[in-house]
T-cell receptor, first 116, second 107 residues
C-alpha cells in the first residue's frame, strides 16, 4: 500500500541554522500539507500547497518558512533561521482533493526537529 | 475559546468496554475528521464525515451538524485501541485540530 515518507526521522540543529524537512507524498496526490505538533500540544496547521502554489497558510507560517515541490515527487519545508520554539514534530500530509470536506489526508510518520 | 473541544481528555477503560469520545466545535464546517495518533506519533485518518453516521469495523462515528457535535464510539475495546484520538474540523484547505483524547485500554 502506498505511503507518505518523511526524512529525516529526527533532526537536531543549532538555533539560527537552516533546516529542510523532506516528504515524499503518495504519487497520485495533488494537495499537500505541513502540520506541526509541539510536544504535549495539539497539532497545528502550517500550510497547504497545490499546483506549485500555497493555497492557505496559518499565522505560524511566517517569512522564516517556505515550501516547495522541486522535482514533482519531493515536498519540502524549509525553516531559514530556526528558533528554540520551532522544536516540534512536523507532519507532512497529502490528499486527492483540496477542500477538506472531500479530502481524506494521508500522513507521513513525522520528523522530530530539535533546536538547541 | 477553542474552536474544537474534546472530552474527556483522558480515558482509561477495561478491555471489552464500550468507549465514547465526544467532540464539539464552534466553527461552521463542511467536514469533520476523526484521526488516531499512535504512541510513536504517527497519525492515521479514521473517518471523514459531514452528516449522519459511519462505521468501520468496531469504530462508529456520528455527527450532528445542528448541534455542532460529533462522537466516536469503539465497541468491544481492545488494548491495541490504546492511542490518542483526535477530532479535527475542515475549513477550506486546513484542518483545525482538537487537543485529543488519550485512551488506555487495560487487559
Amino acid at each position: 500500500e502506498p505511503e507518505v515518507t518523511q526524512t529525516p526521522s529526527h533532526q537536531v540543529t543549532q538555533m539560527g541554522q537552516e533546516v529542510i524537512l523532506r516528504c515524499v507524498p503518495i504519487s497520485n496526490h495533488l494537495y499537500f500539507y505541513w502540520y506541526r505538533q509541539i510536544l504535549g500540544q495539539k497539532v497545528e496547521f502550517l500550510v497547504s500547497f497545490y499546483n506549485n502554489e500555497i493555497s492557505e497558510k496559518s499565522e505560524i507560517f511566517d517569512d522564516q518558512f517556505s515550501v516547495e515541490r522541486p522535482d514533482g515527487s519531493n515536498f519540502t519545508l524549509k525553516i531559514r533561521s530556526t528558533k528554540l520554539e520551532d522544536s516540534a514534530m512536523y507532519f507532512c500530509a497529502g490528499g486527492l482533493a483540496g477542500r477538506v470536506q472531500y479530502n481524506e489526508q494521508f500522513f507521513g510518520p513525522g520528523t522530530r526537529l530539535t533546536v538547541l | 475559546k477553542n474552536e474544537v473541544e474534546q472530552s474527556p481528555q483522558n480515558l482509561t477503560a477495561q478491555e471489552g468496554e464500550f468507549i465514547t469520545i465526544n467532540c464539539s466545535y464552534s466553527v461552521g464546517i463542511s467536514a469533520l475528521h476523526w484521526l488516531q495518533q499512535h504512541p510513536g506519533g504517527g497519525i492515521v485518518s479514521l473517518f471523514m464525515l459531514s452528516s449522519g453516521k459511519k462505521k468501520h469495523g468496531r469504530l462508529i462515528a456520528t455527527i450532528n451538524i445542528q448541534e455542532k457535535h460529533s462522537s466516536l464510539h469503539i465497541t468491544a475495546s481492545h488494548p491495541r485501541d490504546s492511542a490518542v484520538y483526535i477530532c479535527a474540523v475542515g475549513s477550506n484547505y486546513q484542518l483545525i485540530w482538537g487537543a485529543g483524547t488519550k485512551l488506555i485500554i487495560k487487559p
